[in-house]
């Protein structure tokens, strides 16, 4: 077995990486045999809401596993506190792949207490590519060509000034900001019980990205932070889910109410938040929604970033390996 020993310098002792999935049983084992060889040393999180219990995981000592069946992913954001004892806590896909240190720079700027929020940038794969391996010739060159063409038009940004300056920014240009780095304590301010209230799985998404960008004092690292997966094999990539109908508005604005009166304090920002939130699900729901983040220079200067990034060519090359061959 391959053990990235280059990693173990690495210190992400006070860190959870938390995830939620739903029948994708390899994907959780892929990430923590992942986790495992890069001598990571942080607890993995996994609230499972499959039917049935994954076994497997249970050899990992820093896996925290919680069978949970059927439980809602907003439901899961807000018991993950109640199972981590760290005191920074950062969500992944179960198709993503945390780059380590980029993690640990997020760490360090959390621990010098400046900023409550922290991030790095993401490169794209196609994770059906890492599922395969070489079985699949075709999946597998879109899994190495990727990260070279997909979502190069988009580079990390913060917000800052009031809460409503932030709003219409992050209306104007949406960025999800649920795979930011929190404290602790950001963490239950945003993943509250109102949080786990609100019914529509992509409203909590916006409602949460809002949030973390209206409340918290943020920074960004200047390098990768994530191998994140296309969404190609996510459960809910078929237009046709039930999860994509729209939901009623009125029971909407009032949960979103509810969320947002708690997590302000004050009722002055509560209806730029509403609007906000329900604006962006119309968009999303009408196909008009684009995210416009500011476009990179040009894909000469994106292609050099990613070869001149060894985290995230060695994780490619170490996920690539895995997938091809994973008793190695």
Request: one cysteine or more; aromatic letters at 12%.
């Amino acid at each position: 077995m391959l053990i990235l020993a280059e990693a173990s310098h690495v210190d992400l002792s006070n860190l959870t990486i938390f995830t939620t999935s739903l029948g994708r049983p390899r994907n959780l084992i892929l990430l923590a045999e992942y986790l495992h060889r890069y001598q990571f040393n942080g607890r993995f999180l996994v609230i499972d809401a499959s039917s049935d219990r994954n076994e497997s995981l249970t050899r990992y000592a820093f896996v925290d596993y919680v069978h949970r069946p059927r439980i809602s992913c907003q439901s899961a954001f807000y018991e993950a506190l109640r199972y981590s004892s760290s005191a920074y806590l950062v969500f992944v896909g179960d198709d993503d792949f945390p780059l380590l240190s980029g993690l640990w720079e997020c760490c360090n700027l959390l621990a010098s207490k400046r900023v409550d929020c922290a991030f790095g940038r993401s490169c794209w794969i196609d994770y059906r590519g890492a599922h395969h391996g070489i079985s699949n010739p075709q999946l597998f060159t879109s899994f190495l060509r990727i990260p070279f063409c997909h979502k190069i038009d988009r580079q990390l940004y913060t917000v800052t000034g009031p809460i409503a300056s932030r709003l219409t920014s992050l209306v104007k240009n949406y960025r999800v900001f649920q795979f930011a780095l929190l404290t602790r304590h950001l963490w239950g301010r945003i993943y509250s019980s109102g949080y786990a209230a609100i019914s529509d799985i992509h409203i909590q998404e916006i409602a949460s990205s809002l949030a973390i960008a209206s409340i918290s004092d943020q920074q960004a690292i200047s390098g990768f932070q994530f191998l994140r997966g296309t969404g190609h094999n996510r459960p809910n990539v078929l237009p046709s889910d039930s999860r994509h109908a729209f939901p009623d508005l009125g029971s909407a604005e009032s949960e979103l109410r509810s969320y947002a009166s708690k997590l302000f304090g004050s009722p002055a920002p509560i209806d730029s938040f509403v609007s906000s939130c329900i604006s962006l699900r119309l968009l999303q729901y009408t196909d008009y929604f684009r995210v416009q983040e500011p476009a990179k220079d040009s894909i000469e200067s994106w292609i050099l970033d990613v070869l001149g990034s060894k985290d995230l060519l060695k994780a490619l090359a170490h996920i690539a390996a895995l997938a091809t061959n994973p008793s190695q």
